[in-house]
Structure formats: C-alpha cells, structure tokens
C-alpha cells in the first residue's frame, strides 16, 4: 500500500467494505440455496441478530468512551435469570418483571463503572473480572439450574407463576426486531445528535482534551457503563422472551458476537470509531454469514472459526488503519 | 475604574508557585498587551512553560495576582482563563486534539461543552456553519467534515489556534508553534500571528528559534531559573544579548574551537544509492575517519528518513553501505548495532531513551556484556560504576545514577541518548537532530561530545535543520532538498548563507 492509488483503494475498502462483503454474501449464498433469499428467511435473519445487535449497541457505547464492557454477556444472563425468576418464582407481572431485570442491570452498570473509574483499571481488565463475578451471581441466584415455567423448586415443589403473554410477545417477531431498531435508533440519535453523545465520543478519542475542555469526563464513563450494562440487560431479557427459559450462562455467548459486531462496525462508512450503525451492520454480515453457512449445511460447531476469522479481519483492518 | 493605561493590558504580579524539590516560579512579573506581540524567552527549565500554565488556569496552587484591565481576575482553572479570553495553544497539539472526530467539531469543542446550558440537541449545520466560518476568518483552507486524524501537523496547528479564537479570544499564547513547522509553513503561521495581532489580540510566543523572535515580535521577556532577568522592546536587544541574559554568563563561542582542528583520514563509511520509499531518492555519501559530515535539510527533506534507512530501521530501504572496504548487510536495527553503527534518533523521548528506567540502565542498555560475571549475571554494582563514571564524563545533571530519565531535563535526556553510544563504542554515529528542545548550554556540551567522537577518528554524520549548527560543526555537508542530495559543500570554505539557500531549494538553475 505504498501508492497513491493503493492508499485511496484501501480507504475505499474500508469504507464500503463491510457493506460490500454483506451484498456479496447475500449474492452467493442467495444463488446456492433456494430459500436464503425468501421473505421469512430474512425476518428470520433479523430475529437471530436482534439480541446480539441490542447487546452489542450497548458495548459500542462503553467502547465510545473508550472503555470496553467484557461483562455484557453475564450482564445478559443475569438479567435473563432475574426477570424468569421474577414471573415463574414470584408470580410477578410484566412490567415489575422487566423493571427489576433492568434494575439488576444498572446495579452491574455502577459497580463496573465504580470500580474502573475509581481504580483507574484498564477497563478491558476490569471488566473481565466482573465478567466472572457476575457471572456467579447469576449462577448462584438462579443455584445453578435452568429457570423455566413449571420447573422443580429445590424443596420438590414445582413452580407456579406463569410466564406473561406480553413477555412473550417480546421474543416473537415483530417485536422482537422493532425493539432492536429502536435500540440502534436511539443510540444514534443519541451518541450523534446530542451532546452527550458527543462528549463521549471526546472522551474516546482523547480524554485529557476533553477534561481540560472541561467536560466531566467521569460522569459520561459512568452514565457509558451504565448505558451498556442496560442494553446487555435488556438483551438478556429479550433473550429470556425468546426462549422463555433462563439457561445456565445463557448471556454468555453473545459476548463474542457482539465484540465482533461492534468492531467491524468501527470501519462502516469510514466512521473509524464505534457507531450504532455500523454495529448494526456488523451483526448483518454476522448473522447472514451464520445462516447462510447453515443453509449450505456447514456444522454449527465450525461456526466459531468463521466468526472468530470475521472478527480477526475486522480488527486488522481497524488497526492497520489506525496506523496509516 | 478602569484606566485608559491599563485597557487591554493583561498583567501578572509576583507569581510564585513551587512544586516538590523545586521552586518553579519565584515572584514573577510578567506584562502583555492587546495588540502586540511578546516573545517569552528562556533556557529549558527557566520556567516559561510553567509561567503560562499558571495563566492558562492549568495549576491552582500558585500565589500572586493577574490582572486584566487593570482588575485582578481569579484564573485557578482552564474554565477561569477561557472564559477571560485566555487561550493557549500547546507544542503539543495531539494532546489537545480528538483525532476520530472532525475539524469542525475540534473547533467547536468548547463551544459544545460550555455553551449548551440546557440544550441536548447539537445543531450539525450550524457548528460546520460556524467552524468554516472561523477557518475563512484565519485565511485557513481545511474541510471542516475532514476527521483530524488525516492532517498535517501544520494543520492541526491551525485546527487548535482556530478553536481557540472561536470563542473569546483576547489574549493567545503559542507555546514553541513553530518548532515542528516547515519554513513555508512558519511564514503562513506567521501571518495569522500578524492578523490577530491587528485584530487587536495579544499574543505571547514562545520559541527557541533567536530569528523567529525579532521577525515576529514587538517585545520581550528573557527568563532563568524561575525568575524574569531582563525585558522590554525587542528592538532593544540582540541575539546575543537575548542568549546571554538566558544563559546568565557571557556566551563565549557555542561552537567547540577543536570542531575542525582535526585532521582527516581515508574514507571508512560510504553509501551508495540509498532509497527508501519516495522520501530517499537515491543518496551517496562517504564520511572519513573523524570527519563530521553534516546533512543539512528542511523539516521535510528526508534527512530522518535517511539515518534510519543508514540504521537498517526502514524495512523498505533500498542502497550498499561499507565501513572500512568491507559492505555491510544491513536489515535491521540489529545488524546495524553489530557493525558499529549508531543512531540517536530525533524523537527522543519515543525512540532514544527508556523513559521509565533509570540514568544506569539507559546507558548501559547496548552494551551489557561488559558488566555480566561469572558468565551468566548481569553485575548491577559493576553497572553503576560505569554509569557514574559516564554521568561525570558526559556532565548529565542528575541525582545519582539511580534516576529515572523520565525526571531529567531535555538536555539531560538527549546527554543519556548519546552516552548509551558512547558506552557501546561504535565506529559511525548518526546523530538525527540532536540539539531539538535541547537548551543553549546543553546544546554547546552536546557539541563538544560530538566533535570529541569524531576526534577519535570515529565517523559522524550529523543531520539538523538548524543550518548554524552544520555550519558551525560540519567539515562538510550535504544539502537534502526534496530527498535529494542537492549539493555537497565544503564547510571549511561555504557559510550558514549558501547551506540555506540550497536547503530551500535555490541556487541549482
């Protein structure tokens, strides 16, 4: 990439590259499989990236502030245990269900933000070590078993309380899907169009300019994790909604996939920092890589290697450009 | 009452401010009015940097008034000193710069942060509206949707002083603008200085470069060791009445008397046809033993671009090096330090010291073999040793050898950057800027290293663009213009004169 020419065919890549893999792999896999392309395959595709998209629209904004949420995915599974609990335990309704879900979330949110502001951490190892603990205090609220409707209590009683129709409304198109538009919208109107958004990104990009522009640097690190810890909840929620069951770790492996979503989303437009939309995109290429790789009947098990590829190049063309 | 005496003029009343183990500033005054521009002048650590951080509301903890208009005003935070129209544009510009947003929203930063009481909404249009406006009124052309991460220095320059006059600005303080500036675009940085200055704005400069001072300045103020030594318009001085007052002795000559008293040997280290990417554009050059052959060039020229392909540093670097008939290949910085080659780059801080390590251990960082016993353990008493000798030798003022770098002096840090060669012993030495942010006294020990090196018939090629110092230290020189050598000039015989007219490019029709 010594060129001129290089220079700009590279900046061009990066730019629309993303855009150009999805509308590629929709091409080929559209041509290989007779139902990729069909309407319910891709309100099908939609449903599968909600959660993730939600998730991962909460890491983009920690990451704005230059923070990085490692504990999203044991924030979703805590609050997936919690609000399942709350129905199938206590008889709850929907609405006290979902508000202490995200009650716990929050709770998360400043314990991170506490701990990483306070201490000074790097916010990636921090975070990783909340990871665990909340992890565990997912397993042990839920004492290691899988809350569902009708499950056995561990006195022998089976569980009473009744799943909401609302709740499960939640997890079932059309649903499902609006609440991960409005998350992605909101987020852009809100990391983009206010000010806060834009003392963020700030932060982000430069945090001593920003504390001696006179911006309250800590405040927005704080209302950042906070603001993750909330998508990470409701994407446990909606999660829960989608199963109607509170698994073991269920949050877990959507910690991956959203890191992923939210890297490949950095280079999107050539925005070359985090961005709701740009996460958004990276779920599409994630979630069209997946079920297009099922449709050609590749074994699920292999799938890591594809997305684990998927996320090495997205960080590799991140930092390349960072350093060109 | 305010009086007409005392409108636009910004005063600063016995400033005191100490720092642990130092008193910074001790009872400084220091005076600057609307209108005119006034140099600030002083050794490293003579306390001019801290004297405008005290202005700029960065510490709170200093005694003493400012006055503007004649009232005291209370300056303790960035906040206080912006809102008076205080503003400060730092060497640095990356710290005060966010590189993933655009130019607009640089500019406007405070205008986000403390001009939206009660409002959430930003308005796109009209902060690019009112950025471009700013740039119009600077005579600045840069697109304000362009993120900052893509522009020259020069450029994020112009960013910052555009933030900075965005909002109330009646006094400007540039701290060393032009240190890494081209001269094209030193004379653009100079013009806007002269359009503020009509504007009525007060600008304080800050700069090591004596020319610069009397081009651009109206009045000065010399200062050393915390204190204010001498002041008033500048026409009342010359340069080497400025350089005296900061170095508070008679200057006897900066350069070394013994720098050509040296006789020559045969040719031992020559290159030929060093390329490296567009910015080396096919380079010979020979040096003889204890012959200080200078590089002359411009920011810009490709003189650091051609000591690190020398140094085997630049992975693209194309030519044939030979020390002593023998050719040498050459890498990586590695094989390069095997062949007696020696490099002290100009980014000091980043590439020539462990800043975070002590005085000992950055001395003795090439050449640990000398201090291993019994085959295998590194003897720290036997590297003290060394490094105290050395610290002696070189003069790097110190506490003991036990000091981190990090806590030195510019001088003191380029002092161990070199000393580290001169404990490895290598034949050739590559000196890239070596005097850069270095104080005058410093700079003048930094020369007599360097000519004792070439001394012992070692091999010295010294690239800088401060011409006076290859005209002073050089036996010859090559002029790089455009990643050429453009002219070879015998310095026994040319002058400070001819190397800049062939650096800029003049002279060769």
Known sequence: ???????????????????????????????????????????????????????????????????????????????????????????????????????????????????????????????????????????????????????ILPNGDYATGQIPAAFSALGKVPWIIIVMLV?????????????????????????????????????????????????????????????????????????????????????????????????????????????????????????????????AAALAITYYKRSH | MVGKAEKGLLEMRGISIAFPGVQALDGVNFRASAGRVHALIGANGAGKSTLMKVLSGAYDHYSGEILLDGAPVRIRSPRDAKDLGIQTVYQEVDTALVPTLSVGENIMMESLAYDMKGKHRVDWKKLHREAAAVLARLRADIPT????????????????????????????????????????????????VRLLKA???????????????????????????????????????????????????????????????????????EARGGREGGKVKGVDLCIRAGEIGGVAGLVGAGKTELCRALFGASPGAEGELFLDGRKLRIRSPRDAVRAGIALVPEERRREGVFVDDSVASNLTAVSLDPYVTSGWRVSVARMFEAARRWIGRLGIKTPDERAKVRDLSGGNQQKVAIGKWLLADAEVYLFDEPTKGVDVGAKREIYELIAALAARGKCVLYASGELAEIAGLADRAYVMYDGAVVKELDMREADEDQLLLYSAGGGLA
């Open chain 2, 199 to 269: 504007e009525g704005v007060g600008i304080i400069f800050i700069s090591h470069r004596l020319p610069e001072l009397f081009e651009i300045c109206d009045e000065v103020t010399i200062m050393r060791d915390g204190r204010v030594v001498a002041g008033g318009p500048i026409g009342g001085f010359t340069e080497a009445q400025i350089v005296e007052h900061m170095l508070g002795a008679k200057l006897e000559r900066q350069f070394p008397a013994s720098a050509r008293a040296r006789t020559l040997g045969e040719v031992r280290f």
């Open chain 1, 1 to 151: 990439m010594k060129t001129a020419a290089g220079h700009r065919l590279f900046d061009w890549f990066y730019k629309y590259g993303t855009l150009l893999t999805i509308a590629l792999l929709i091409v080929i896999f559209g041509l290989a499989t007779d139902h990729f392309l069909s309407g319910t395959n891709i309100v099908t595709i939609l449903r599968s990236i909600s959660i993730v998209t939600i998730i991962a629209v909460g890491l983009t904004v920690s990451l704005a502030v230059g923070g990085f949420d490692l504990s999203i995915g044991s924030t979703a599974s805590l609050a997936n245990a919690v609000v399942l609990s709350m129905f199938v335990w206590y008889g709850q309704s929907f609405g006290v269900g979902i508000l202490v879900g995200l009650l716990f979330s929050l709770a998360v949110g400043l314990v991170n933000a506490f701990l990483v502001i306070k201490f000074k951490m790097q916010d990636m190892l921090m975070t990783l070590a909340t990871m665990f603990v909340f992890q565990g205090v997912a397993l042990t609220y839920s004492r290691g078993a899988t809350i569902s409707q009708n499950m």
């Open chain 1, 183 to 311: 998350v992605v919208l909101a987020a852009h109107l809100f990391l983009t169009h206010t000010k806060h958004g834009r003392y963020m990104y700030m932060i982000g990009g430069n945090s001593e300019a920003a504390k001696l522009t006179g911006i309250a640097v800590s405040k927005y690190r704080l209302l950042a994790y906070v603001i993750s810890a909330l998508l990470a909840g409701l994407g446990g929620i909606v999660l829960g909604a989608r199963v109607m069951s509170a698994e073991v770790n269920s949050g877990a492996p959507y910690l991956m996939d959203a890191v992923a979503a939210a890297f490949i989303g950095y280079s999107v437009f050539g925005a070359g920092k985090p961005n709701p939309f740009g996460t958004f995109a990276g779920a599409v290429l994630i979630g069209v890589l997946s079920n297009g790789l099922i449709m050609l009947s590749v074994p699920y098990y292999a799938m890591d290697i594809v997305k684990g590829a998927v996320l």
């Open chain 2, 145 to 192: 949707h362009k993120p900052v991460r893509q522009l020259s220095l020069a450029e994020k320059q112009m960013t910052l002083i555009a933030r900075a006059v965005s909002r109330k600005c009646r006094f400007l303080v540039l701290d060393e603008p032009t240190a890494p500036l081209s001269r094209a675009e030193t004379e653009r940085l100079f013009g806007l």
